[in-house]
C-alpha cells in the first residue's frame, strides 16, 4: 500500500504535491495510507507513494482555499478526505456546489471548525511585554483545538508588523523579529508571562465600561467560551461581575427619574429636551422595578439565538463561519431587515458591521435613529459568497434560501412585536412580502402587514456604495437619509 509522509500536520503544500500526483497516476484513494513525520504510520509498513514530475490538471480555485484550511483540522482522516475529493473533481468540476454529498458536508464541518478556531485565535491572543537580549518583545499564549499556527500566523505579521512578538502554543510556536517569521516546537504554559503593568489599566477600564443591564451569560460564554478565559486578563473580573450585576441594575433603575403620572421617563416620551429618539417604548413604572417584560423578551430572543446557532434549514450552514442572528432591544418598535451577513459580519457574528453597516450608521445618525434602540436583523442568517483567492465575494440568496429563513424572521418579530419594521432591499422585501417587490414602486409608504403593523421598504445601504459617480451617491445618501427621517417620524406618530 502506497504511503505519503508529510512534513508536519498542516502541510498543505506537501499534501497538494502528492495528491495531485496520486490523482494523474490513477492511485485510488483508499489504497494510499498518509501519515505525518514522526508520528507513525501504517504498521504493516508501505511503499512510498510515487510522485510523477508535475501532473497536469486544474480544479476550482474554492477547492484549493478550503483545502488550505482543512489541512490545519485535527480530523485524522483529513489528508484521505481531501485526496478522495480531488480524485472525483477531475469528473466532477462542479462538486462542492453539491451540498447534498456526503463527502462535501464533511469537508465543509472540518472547514467551518478551522475558520471558527482562526477566529477566536485573533480575538483571544493577548500580549504581554517582556525583555530579551534584544529589547522589548511581546509575548502571547493560546490553546488552539486545531493546527492553526501557521495558517493564522500572516495575520498576525500584518496587524503588528513592527512589533517583535511570539505566540506560543502547546504544539508549536510562532516568532516575528519585524523582517523574518520563524517556528519553533511547542511550549508550556509556565513559558509565557503572566502579567504586565498595563493589564492593570485595562482592567479597570474594563470594569467600567461592563454594561449589567445587558449581560447575557449564554451568550457571552457562547462567544468566550470559559477554555480562553485563563488568557485574557479582563476574565478574571467576570465572575465578580456577573455576581453583582443584579445589584447594579437595580441601583440603575433607582436612579432613574420617572413621571409619575406618566409612569415613563422624558426620553420614552420623546420630549424635545431628550436628544435622539427612543425606539423601545414606554416601560410601566409598575413593571420597572424588576424589569420583567425586558428579561422576558431578552430570554425568548436569547433563545431564538441559541437554537439559530445550529441550523441547518439551507446549504448556507455549511461555508459560512456561524449564524449571524439579530441584535439590539427585545422591546424595539422600529426593527432593520437587510439582505443578508457579508464578510465582516460573517467572521464577527454581528449584523451590519461591515461597509455597508457604517454607512448604514451614518445614514441613521443623520435621520435622528438611535441605532441601540432598534432591533437590526438580516433575512438570511448566513454569509453565501463565492471564494476568488483569498476573497469571499457576495453572492445573492436564492428563493429558496430567502424561504428557509423567513421562519426565524417571522419568529424574530413575534418576539419583538415592532410597530414599524424596515426592508433594507429587495431581499428584505422579498421575504417580509412573500413575493418579489419593486423598490422604486413601494419606496416611502407604508405597507400593512398582516399583524397590523407597518413595513416600509428602502435601498440597501451596500447599493449606495455601488454607486461609482459621487454625485450620483450622494443623492442617493440623501434620498436613503430622507427615508429613513420619514420612518422615525411614522414611529413617532405612532405612539
Not at 451540498?99 to 500580549?127: C, E, I, N, S, T
Not at 474594563?206 to 462567544?223: C, G, Q
Not at 441601583?251 to 424635545?272: C, K, L, Q, W
Request: aromatic residues 8%; proline residues 7%.
Amino acid at each position: 500500500m502506497p504511503t505519503v509522509t508529510l512534513a508536519h500536520r498542516d502541510d498543505f503544500d506537501g499534501w497538494r504535491i502528492a495528491a495531485r500526483s496520486l490523482v494523474a497516476n490513477g492511485t485510488p484513494p483508499s489504497a494510499v495510507t498518509w501519515t505525518v513525520a514522526g508520528e507513525g504510520g501504517d504498521l504493516l509498513g508501505g511503499d512510498a507513494a510515487p510522485v510523477a514530475g508535475n501532473p497536469s490538471f486544474t480544479v476550482p480555485k474554492a477547492f484549493i482555499d478550503m483545502a488550505r484550511r482543512v489541512v490545519c483540522n485535527v480530523e485524522p482522516e483529513r489528508f484521505a478526505l481531501l485526496h478522495a475529493a480531488l480524485a472525483q473533481l477531475r469528473t466532477r468540476p462542479k462538486l462542492l456546489d453539491d451540498q447534498a454529498d456526503p463527502l462535501v458536508q464533511r469537508l465543509y464541518r472540518l472547514d467551518k471548525g478551522v475558520r471558527r478556531d482562526v477566529h477566536k485565535m485573533r480575538a483571544f491572543v493577548r500580549f504581554r511585554e517582556v525583555e530579551d537580549e534584544a529589547g522589548e518583545r511581546f509575548a502571547a499564549w493560546f490553546e488552539p483545538e486545531h493546527h492553526i499556527v501557521r495558517l493564522n500566523s500572516g495575520f498576525f505579521v500584518r496587524r503588528f508588523a513592527q512589533m517583535r512578538w511570539s505566540i506560543l502554543t502547546p504544539l508549536l510556536c510562532v516568532h516575528w523579529d519585524t523582517a523574518e517569521l520563524s517556528f519553533t516546537s511547542g511550549a508550556l504554559r509556565g513559558d509565557a508571562p503572566e502579567g504586565d503593568p498595563i493589564e492593570a489599566v485595562w482592567k479597570t477600564y474594563y470594569s467600567h465600561i461592563f454594561n449589567p443591564a445587558r449581560l447575557k451569560v449564554n451568550a457571552m460564554t457562547k462567544e468566550m467560551p470559559k477554555k480562553y478565559w485563563k488568557n485574557l486578563p479582563e476574565a478574571a473580573l467576570i465572575p465578580d461581575l456577573i455576581a453583582g450585576a443584579g445589584e447594579r441594575v437595580q441601583a440603575m433603575i433607582d436612579t432613574v427619574p420617572r413621571d409619575v403620572s406618566e409612569g415613563r421617563h422624558p426620553r420614552e416620551r420623546g420630549d424635545p429636551e431628550s436628544p435622539g429618539l427612543d425606539l423601545t417604548g414606554a416601560i410601566p413604572a409598575t413593571e420597572s422595578a424588576t424589569l420583567g417584560p425586558r428579561l422576558r423578551g431578552d430570554d425568548e430572543i436569547d433563545a431564538l439565538r441559541t437554537e439559530a446557532a445550529a441550523c441547518t434549514r439551507c446549504p448556507l450552514y455549511g461555508p459560512a463561519t456561524q449564524t449571524v442572528f439579530g441584535e439590539g432591544p427585545p422591546t424595539a418598535r422600529l426593527m432593520f431587515v437587510g439582505e443578508q451577513p457579508g464578510d465582516q459580519e460573517d467572521l464577527a457574528g454581528k449584523p451590519f458591521i461591515g461597509p455597508a453597516g457604517q454607512v448604514f450608521d451614518r445614514a441613521l445618525a443623520a435621520a435622528g435613529i438611535d441605532r441601540t434602540r432598534a432591533y437590526v436583523t438580516n433575512a438570511v442568517k448566513h454569509f453565501k459568497f463565492e471564494a476568488r483567492g483569498k476573497r469571499r465575494i457576495h453572492s445573492k440568496p436564492g428563493t429558496g434560501e430567502i424561504e428557509a429563513c423567513k421562519w426565524w424572521i417571522d419568529q424574530e418579530r413575534a418576539a419583538i412585536k415592532p410597530a414599524v419594521t424596515v426592508a433594507l432591499g429587495a431581499t428584505a422585501a422579498r421575504s417580509l412580502t412573500g413575493k418579489t417587490v419593486t423598490i422604486s414602486r413601494e419606496r416611502g409608504r407604508a405597507i400593512t402587514l398582516a399583524d397590523g403593523s407597518e413595513l416600509w421598504i428602502t435601498v440597501h445601504p451596500s447599493f449606495l456604495l455601488r454607486i461609482e459617480d459621487r454625485a450620483a451617491a450622494d443623492l442617493e445618501y440623501d434620498r436613503f437619509v430622507a427615508d429613513l427621517t420619514a420612518i422615525r417620524e411614522r414611529v413617532a406618530a405612532l405612539g
